[in-house]
């Protein structure tokens, strides 16, 4: 039974509100009992709004909080994309509203190092950030007519993401990138304009674009 009574903030409050365990990969304590799903419609919804004002949505959890939340969404809410009951439209907004996630939280609260490096430690947000196109999987139901529209919604907010300023947020979109590379011609051509374009990139972030335009990415 999907719930149609949850208000915004009640959401949220379910969504982030939890105690977590663990530091750079941390996770909600698990508990005996948790309310029925919302709504498709209200999860298109709320997501979108969340990710329009990020700062103010989540101004009242932690960053390990916020990360265990961001984490939980892709077995989770995330799934409401692939729902066509609800208009592309609205779907593809909330897609697009990842490019501004990205750009008002990710991009000013990730610390501005790469998490493939070896030799730094995760942090919460950083981890949740790198994974996102992992976690987050839009466009694959082969049985969604509107699947590669989602697809090409979703490959334009990689192309955001790279112009950022903040390398995490560079890394994620490469990494997200890469994956698509072989499946997507559109990936590769992203990847191949961002290198051209990087004159002064960090070695080791054009060494991991490289290998995300030869689709070597795990």
Same mark, same amino acid.
């Given at each position: 039974?999907?719930?149609?009574?949850?208000?915004?903030?009640?959401?949220?409050?379910?969504?982030f509100g939890r105690a977590v365990t663990g530091?750079?990969?941390?996770?909600?304590?698990?508990?005996?009992?948790?309310?029925?799903?919302?709504?498709?419609?209200?999860?298109?919804?709320?997501?979108?709004?969340?990710?329009?004002?990020? *700062?103010?949505? %989540? +101004?009242?959890?932690?960053?390990?909080?916020?990360? $265990?939340? @961001?984490?939980? #969404? !892709?077995?989770?809410?995330?799934?409401?994309?692939?729902?066509?009951?609800?208009?592309?439209?609205?779907?593809?907004?909330?897609?697009?509203?990842?490019?501004?996630?990205?750009?008002?939280?990710?991009?000013?609260?990730?610390?501005?190092?790469?998490?493939?490096?070896?030799?730094?430690?995760?942090?919460?947000?950083?981890?949740?950030?790198?994974?996102?196109?992992?976690?987050?999987?839009?466009?694959?139901?082969?049985?969604?007519?509107?699947?590669?529209?989602?697809?090409?919604?979703?490959?334009?907010?990689? *192309?955001?993401? %790279? +112009?950022?300023?903040?390398?995490?947020?560079?890394? $994620?979109? @490469?990494?997200? #990138? !890469?994956?698509?590379?072989?499946?997507?011609?559109?990936?590769?051509?992203?990847?191949?304009?961002?290198?051209?374009?990087?004159?002064?990139?960090?070695?080791?972030?054009?060494?991991?674009?490289?290998?995300?335009?030869?689709?070597?990415?795990?």
């Amino acid at each position: 039974m999907h719930r149609t009574d949850v208000t915004f903030e009640q959401w949220l409050d379910e969504s982030f509100g939890r105690a977590v365990t663990g530091e750079n990969y941390p996770q909600f304590v698990p508990t005996e009992s948790w309310p029925d799903p919302v709504d498709d419609r209200l999860v298109v919804d709320y997501l979108t709004r969340l990710f329009e004002q990020p *700062e103010q949505a %989540l +101004r009242y959890f932690s960053d390990r909080q916020i990360a $265990a939340g @961001l984490w939980e #969404l !892709g077995p989770g809410d995330s799934h409401c994309v692939y729902n066509p009951q609800i208009g592309i439209d609205e779907r593809l907004r909330l897609v697009g509203s990842v490019a501004t996630f990205f750009r008002d939280f990710f991009d000013s609260r990730c610390v501005p190092q790469l998490s493939q490096s070896k030799q730094i430690d995760t942090v919460p947000l950083n981890g949740i950030c790198y994974m996102w196109w992992e976690v987050i999987v839009w466009g694959w139901v082969k049985d969604d007519p509107d699947a590669e529209r989602i697809v090409a919604a979703d490959l334009d907010v990689m *192309e955001a993401v %790279l +112009r950022l300023p903040n390398p995490a947020c560079k890394e $994620a979109a @490469l990494h997200g #990138l !890469g994956h698509l590379v072989g499946h997507r011609d559109r990936a590769a051509e992203i990847i191949a304009a961002f290198i051209a374009r990087s004159t002064d990139l960090d070695p080791e972030l054009l060494a991991y674009a490289r290998a995300a335009h030869g689709g070597c990415i795990q």
